[in-house]
């Protein structure tokens, strides 16, 4: 059998082993930390391809969309947490910045595979993901204003331009590939597609969890409070938008907005953080991979219980 086609087929199984080597064989992590930016490019680039051009963008309804789902996302929720916090005095705790800095960050560049695994479409969430790494220049800069502990506001720009460049680059290259030579990919391509992108994103996980086993072998209480926090705050908020989606959203745009909810990229604030502030965040940012790489096999279930899922 084709090991990409196999690799499709048993998507969120092949995402869990990549999680379980990264726990397990931290040693591996050390030669992948120079790979790390390419396979994010890389996953790009293959859920855009996999993507009829026609269908990336949308309708302008469809973006308008979006770009009030990104409000609500990256500005209104972090700006709620950020009074809870200034109200509570709990602004320099690594409970309260962990929970801002994943509120506050737009979606994951897996989530329109993980829309894929649901089997829904996957445009819906690469135009959350896209459109909401964007706009955090814009939607991040109050909540830096008003929580200095978070660093330099010059270092998250810089950081999200890098991040923005890639996105463009790898999603213009994939749309000029896909119009010159697979205006009509057979099923066999995308299934190999579908099977290529399961693999780099299994294997991207595993340069981002040594901080997790290294916290484990330290202090396991401390390591599995933070993986448990992670959990929560991520299946948590998948569980809130598929309550108050359900009935009211087409089911592939609920399920892409759920995902999109409880997966972000909180390691775009990693180049901004202080020291003395990254050092408890790594290990709630390596945590943070568990539930999202659990998610395809986790929520699935849920979403097709719900009737949010096919």
Not at 76 to 93: A, D, E, K, S
Not at 125 to 147: Q, W
Request: hydrophobic content about 60%.
């Amino acid at each position: 059998m084709n090991p990409l086609h196999l690799a499709a087929r048993n998507g969120p199984y092949v995402l869990v082993v990549g999680l379980v080597a990264g726990l397990l064989l931290p040693a591996l992590a050390e030669p992948m930390q120079a790979i790390l930016p390419p396979l994010v490019a890389l996953l790009l680039f293959l859920t855009v391809l996999r993507i009829e051009p026609s269908l990336l963008l949308g309708s302008l309804v469809d973006l308008r969309q979006v770009a009030v789902i990104v409000i609500v996302f990256q500005l209104i929720l972090p700006l709620l947490v950020v009074t809870v916090g200034l109200i509570g005095g709990w602004t320099g705790t690594p409970v309260l910045l962990s929970l801002l800095i994943m509120v506050a960050a737009p979606s994951i560049s897996g989530s329109a595979n993980m829309s894929l695994m649901m089997g829904h479409p996957a445009e819906h969430a690469l135009r959350l993901m896209v459109i909401g790494t964007a706009a955090l220049p814009l939607t991040v800069f109050p909540i830096f204003a008003l929580i200095p502990e978070l660093g330099d506001f010059q270092s998250v720009l810089t950081a999200v331009f890098r991040l923005f460049m890639t996105i463009f680059v790898a999603t213009v290259a994939a749309v000029l590939l896909r119009r010159a030579f697979l205006r009509n990919p057979s099923p066999a391509t995308l299934k190999n597609l579908e099977g290529l992108a399961t693999i780099t994103l299994a294997v991207f996980v595993i340069g981002l969890m040594p901080s997790v086993t290294a916290a484990a072998l330290v202090d396991p209480i401390t390591a599995a409070s933070w993986i448990g926090f992670a959990c929560l705050i991520n299946f948590g908020a998948q569980l809130v938008l598929v309550f108050l989606t359900r009935n009211r959203v087409a089911a592939d745009k609920a399920t892409a907005l759920s995902i999109v909810a409880g997966n972000r990229n909180v390691a775009i604030f990693l180049i901004a953080l202080p020291p003395e502030v990254t050092a408890p965040l790594l290990v709630f940012i390596g945590a943070y991979q568990i539930p999202m790489y659990l998610t395809p096999i986790v929520m699935r279930r849920f979403y097709q219980a719900t009737g949010t899922a096919e």
